[in-house]
């Protein structure tokens, strides 16, 4: 489980950097960001790391291949403490990238593990998003 502090911390600054995106902010969004890369980089290695916050990071990524190799990061962690919930969510979030990109073959992995997380979670809503690009992908 997350650290509640640090929850508030990552929810906090992502609330913040949506508003700066929408505002075109580009001078807040960054330090907004600087702000959230050093809250992982804190916490990394430490009983406060959690893939939550490694998620969220690559979820503001601008750089497709830096946010896939990001999201990589936070499915390791994810996989460390058997998330299903964040196993699921994180190779989902990265096969989307992974098929802008045109890594076809690895977004389709992705989805498969993805699947295969997602069979004991609860959010029904992720389930059918990842079927659906999954059976999108494999039809082509």
């Known amino acids: 489980m997350i650290n509640t502090k640090i929850y508030k911390t990552v929810y906090r600054l992502a609330e913040k ?14 330090s907004l960001y600087a702000d959230l890369k050093s809250v992982c980089i804190d916490n990394e290695n430490t009983d406060k790391d959690h893939p939550e916050q490694w998620e969220t990071l ?25 998330s299903k919930d964040h196993l699921s969510s994180i ?4 096969a989307t ?16 593990d993805a699947k295969i ?9 992720l389930k059918v ?9 494999l039809a082509n």
């Open 58 to 82: 690559a979820d503001f990524t601008e750089e497709l291949e830096d946010a896939v190799a990001g999201y990589a990061k936070a499915l390791e962690k994810a996989s460390a403490i058997n």
């Open 91 to 94: 190779a989902f979030s990265m």
């Open 117 to 125: 997380s997602a069979n004991k979670i609860e959010d029904r809503g």
């Open 97 to 112: 990238l992974q098929v802008e990109l045109g890594q076809t073959a690895a977004a389709i992995n992705n989805l498969q």
């Open 17 to 30: 950097l949506m508003d700066a995106a929408d505002e075109e902010d580009r001078e807040q969004f960054d």
């Open 129 to 137: 998003e990842i079927d659906e690009l999954l059976e999108k992908l």
